[in-house]
């Protein structure tokens, strides 16, 4: 049979099995059409179903968590970790609280890690969790209590060498201390290394914060070089106000971009001068506010309400916001306006139509997988810190990740070369992570 046959044999096995998922069907969609030439190479992957095995989690966990909030009504929400492969080290990945959340929605998420986390070159697994929390409007202990009786039922799952989660949407280090907290408490541990993303007192690392914003900039560097172009006085664009929105823009300051725009999922702010990063933490880091208060302090800035940021012209675009927020329509808008780049802080923030009409239009385009990968970078050098009972300096911890992001991008860009798909960091990223991840199976044996 034909490769290109198998893949689509493969991939509607995946569509039967997980009726209703289309999160995961796109990103699964998404990595095996790029794997033709790889299973080409290294037939053995075929004999030895390492696809089937990994489109198949090892262990899916659903549970109810209880709480009650001020009012002291109870509550019912629902938890998922899936642990989906932990051929390269223990499973790991971010949990997210939002009310989107779905099994479907965190397969998929899980999925992309496996291949993300393989491409940082360290050793851990892939997982993803979270609940259909909403954490929008909730008082600090609304969300403790929630945190807690979350990790009543998680705690059993999780430890430094079996899983070890982190914060996604929702869930920063707030979430994570108090989360660590409870661990601690049930466990009678203090086991640093069973989460990542705490804060700087209790085990944190340096530059954990800051490091999914900056890993993204620091590819966006990479994939500029070997266009022989720079991000200087150039004009960016940023969807979201979140975490890695924020880092990403301050990055980019500091190499002497310009950014226009960044938005929350009400609408994005505009102003053309640049924006006010300080005024961006003030709302969102300190007072947990919307984006739409920017106005009142910058007078001359515009809010638009349900706007839709891609319409902006730039010559940098970074999706740091979620997924399939950038389609088609989008994507053709951008490349219209001459936009040289865009890369992924969000995971799978583009359709696939949108994917589809970058590569064409063969402008430089870092997907996710690749781009974003300095969070979990950076969490698995705070679990190096914590096994070593060490911890390092922002400026040593940040060298680490400029270092882990430049890797990333060579061996994207050098993979994509090898099977004949010069420039296409979609390519080189899905058949290098994948390569790593099937290697390690092979060798575990049939488990
Ligand atoms: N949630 C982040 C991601 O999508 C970070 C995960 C982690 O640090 O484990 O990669």
Known sequence: MAVQEKIEELYQEVVRKNPGENEFHQAAMEVLQSLGPALVKYPEFVDKKIIERICEPERQIIFRIPWRNDKGEVNINRGFRVEFNSALGPYKGGLRFHPSVTLSVIKFLGFEQIFKNALTGMPIGGAKGGSDFDPKGKSEDEIMSFCQSFMIELYRYIGEYT?????????????????????????????????????????????????????????????????????????????????????????????????????????????????????????????????????????ESKYIEKGNIWEIPCKIALPCATENELNGKDATKLVKNGCIAVVEGANMPTTPEGVKVFLEAGIAYGPGKAANAGGVATSALEMQQNASRDSWSFKFTERRLQEIMKGIHDLCYSTAEEFGAQGNYVKGANIAGFLKVAKAMLELGLV
């Open 163 to 299: 899983d070890v989660p982190a914060g996604d949407i929702g869930v920063g280090s707030r979430e994570i201390n108090f989360l660590f907290g409870q661990y601690k408490r049930i466990t009678n541990r203090y086991e640093s290394g069973v989460l990542t993303g705490k804060s700087l007192n209790i085990g944190g690392s340096m530059v954990r914060k800051e490091s999914t914003g900056y890993g993204v900039v620091y590819f966006l560097k990479e994939m500029l070089n070997v266009l022989k172009e720079n991000v200087e006085g150039k004009t960016c664009i940023v969807s979201g106000s979140g975490n890695v929105a924020i880092y990403a823009m301050e990055k980019l300051e500091q190499l002497g971009a310009r950014v226009v725009a960044c938005s929350d999922s009400d609408g994005y702010i505009y102003d053309e001068t640049g924006v006010d990063l300080n005024l961006i933490k003030q709302i969102k880091e300190i007072e947990r506010g919307r984006i739409r208060e920017y106005k009142k302090y910058h007078k």
